[in-house]
């Protein structure tokens, strides 16, 4: 079976061997705009909120605390979308030769697109919201869609991309096995085209198109927090292959090439391989194989991204790797707030960052990192909740029945008993 998780927190600075750094302008203010541009051309988009929790800041020694809040995208519980539905207007535009600009969401939905582009089949591998994204987008765009998602997958999650008339199934295989599925299914069927939200030798453009998307999120809350006065110190993002955080890191990098925040990079421990990378520090990549049994199973991905690798590498400040209580407390903390701050929705994969805040800024044994990160009075957090409650009934598990709570054993524990 598969790796077990180990319930102790670990981290590292980044000491990693620096590349050429030729990804981070990809994550160029421009091409962000560009994506960010194309998102407004959908009916359904308007700007997540950038909640401000003042009173945890408080009390948690912090100056500022916000949240980007990714549980209002596009009504579809989850920031994916953002990636999915760029990378496929990408794709069209390339194949007729246009720019993306030329190819809002009314065009790509007109009978004349259709006509000159014809239709494809979109292949994806998913452990629940990118799949859920691509198989909205295509649908909304009249194109067909396959997904094929990993052992351990919920129903819940199944039925919701199926309702996007995508062919869906659960496979005995882990997410990264199921990438490998699809690509080779997208290989063998005519105009079949593999939007995955993670890169490899010789696989890059998709998903440097799909971290472009997730920059609409990045970009929309740095205008949030200079309309608020509020410039970022720390911004902590969660990983799995590590497509959101290249997106952000490498969005922020740009941003403020002179002065940059402190950038965290947060994993579940069952599949840490950023943190096992940095610790290595070679610069190569080190992988998680096995079941990688986690609560969040958005980050359940043991192979990074090389795209986003290339960035974090160069820009990432520490890399930390996070057991299931930690996340557990973040959505808890999330959805029961002290008094005068909002309460947020956050999901497994969506609130393990506020639980290593938490941590960090309350817990002893965490005083060296805190202090190694620079958190104290002055420091203004950017957080980001990427999902809400994707999966309600493992939500009222660990809100209401304290799954991997007290006892903090493992989910792996949990499932077995």
């Known amino acids: 079976m598969g790796n077990k998780q180990e319930n102790i927190l670990k981290w590292t600075l980044n000491n990693i061997a620096k590349s050429d750094d030729k990804q981070v302008q990809n994550m160029s203010l421009e091409e962000m705009a560009k994506a960010s541009n194309f998102h407004k051309s959908f009916p359904q988009y308007s700007v997540t909120p950038l909640t401000r929790l003042q009173n945890l800041a408080d009390y948690l020694g912090l100056k500022r605390l916000y949240v980007k809040d990714e549980s209002y995208r596009f009504g579809l519980n989850a920031f994916k979308v953002l990636g999915g539905s760029y990378a496929i207007a990408r794709y069209i535009a390339q194949q007729l030769g246009k720019d993306v600009s030329e190819v809002p969401y009314n065009v790509l939905t007109s009978d004349k697109l259709r006509e000159e582009f014809g239709q494809a089949t979109f292949f994806t591998a998913t452990d629940g919201n990118h799949g859920r994204g691509v198989a909205w987008a295509a649908n909304k765009l009249g194109q067909k869609c396959v997904v094929r998602m990993p052992k351990g997958t919920t129903q819940t999650r199944l039925e919701n991309i199926a309702k996007e008339n995508a062919t869906v199934t659960i496979e005995n295989l882990n997410y990264d096995e199921c990438v490998r599925m699809a690509a080779k299914e997208a290989e063998g069927t005519e105009h079949g085209i593999m939007v995955q939200d993670t890169a490899w030798e010789g696989y890059e453009e998709i998903p440097t198109w799909i971290m472009q998307g997730y920059g609409t999120l990045a970009m929309e809350a740095d205008q949030q927090l200079e309309e608020d006065g509020s410039r970022p110190t720390h911004i902590f993002i969660q990983a799995g292959v590590g497509s959101l955080a290249g997106a952000v890191i490498g969005y922020f990098s740009n941003r403020f090439k002179e002065n940059p925040p402190i950038m965290v990079v947060v994993e579940a421990g069952a599949a840490d391989c950023l943190y096992r990378s940095a610790v290595q520090a070679d610069g190569n990549r080190v992988d998680v194989t096995g079941d990688m049994l986690t609560i969040m199973a958005g980050l359940a991905c043991g192979e990074a991204n090389t795209v986003s690798w290339d960035i974090l590498r160069n820009h990432a400040n520490a890399f930390v790797s996070c057991p299931d209580w930690v996340s557990a407390n973040g959505t808890r903390i999330y959805g ?42 002055d420091s203004e957090v950017l957080l980001v909740s990427s999902e809400g409650d994707t999966d309600p009934t493992r939500y009222r598990e660990i809100v209401w029945d304290g799954l991997c709570g007290t006892d903090k054993r493992p989910f792996a524990d949990l499932e077995n008993n």
């Open 336 to 377: 029961c707030p002290l008094p005068g701050d909002k309460q947020v929705t956050s999901g497994e994969s969506g609130s393990v960052t506020m639980g290593l805040v938490h941590a960090i800024m309350t817990k002893p044994e965490y005083a060296d990192l805190k202090e190694a990160l620079k958190l104290n009075a």
